[in-house]
């Protein structure tokens, strides 16, 4: 039996609607959080929150892009509002446009850092006032790739640093606040993501991994589980590397 340790907590999850975002809306919905599901579209979330509820009642899907400033604001308030609080925000909501420098292009740039960085921004503007409320928490999902670099990913590389630098950051902002600011930097994560990339080249990523293997969105939820929960209140501005050894 899983301890209970968030009842009666609200938790927001940006890009909840699958992979990592929805292994950590369950983990949380499972300590007893009731969690705001965010993705692009609320439809696309209707999975998780079915999963949510059926672990701890009040899940509700909203749609938003993260990188837009002003719905983001609106949304916290909704959730706050709909929900009865804030106490736990989870930016995870990320994406990819690789493609080496001389072909990459501004729109692509642009794009990642906006909704990887840029949305990160907005959603720990936007719930800093709730959250200073209530000795809140905040997690931020970066990647290893913002801590090594990565040839084809300047932009996701430099977004992910940015989260990195950010949490940092708000970790000594709203420390004063009992806030606590942390960030996972995963690895090589089984996902939507990361199914894009080909056979092979998955094949070599893997030989180049330690223990030997790829990991799993769980396995992220389990290092979320540790930093929202009781056991990471004395744990702030940290970004925890949950990678099998990729980047040693
Ligand atoms: P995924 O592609 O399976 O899911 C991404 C989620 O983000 C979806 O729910 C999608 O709706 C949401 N999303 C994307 N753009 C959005 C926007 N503009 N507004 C609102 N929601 C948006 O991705 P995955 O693999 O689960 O990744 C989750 C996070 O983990 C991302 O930040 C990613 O960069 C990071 N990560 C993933 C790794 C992996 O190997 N899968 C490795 C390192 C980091």
Not at 150 to 164: E, L, P, R, T
């Amino acid at each position: 039996m899983t301890e209970r340790t968030l009842d009666g907590r609200v938790a927001l999850v940006t890009g909840a609607s699958r992979g990592i975002g929805r292994a950590i809306a369950e983990r949380l919905a499972k300590r007893g959080a009731k969690v705001a599901c965010v993705a692009t579209r609320a439809e696309n979330c209707a999975e998780t929150v079915a999963a949510c509820n059926a672990l701890t009642e009040g899940a509700v899907a909203y749609g938003v892009d993260v990188a837009d400033h002003a719905a983001v604001e609106e949304l916290v308030k909704t959730v706050q509002k709909e929900l009865g609080g804030l106490d736990i925000l989870v930016n995870n909501a990320g994406i990819t446009r690789d493609q080496l420098m001389l072909r990459m292009t501004e729109d692509d740039f642009d794009r990642v850092i906006d909704v990887n960085l840029k949305g990160t921004w907005n959603f720990m503007r936007a719930a800093a006032r709730p959250l200073m409320k209530c000795s809140g928490r905040i997690l931020n999902i970066a990647s290893v790739v913002g801590i090594t670099g990565n040839a084809g990913q300047a932009n996701y590389a430099a977004s992910k640093a940015g989260v990195i630098g950010m949490t940092r950051s708000l970790a000594k902002e709203l420390a004063g606040r009992g806030v606590c600011v942390n960030a996972i930097a995963p690895g090589f994560i089984e996902t939507d993501m990361t199914a894009e990339i080909d056979e092979q080249a998955a094949e070599n990523l893997k030989g180049s991994i330690p223990l030997g293997r790829i990991g799993s969105a769980d396995e992220i939820a389990d290092a979320a589980d540790y930093l929202l929960g009781p056991g990471g209140a004395y744990v702030t501005g940290q970004t925890l590397v949950v990678d099998g050894g990729l980047s040693l």
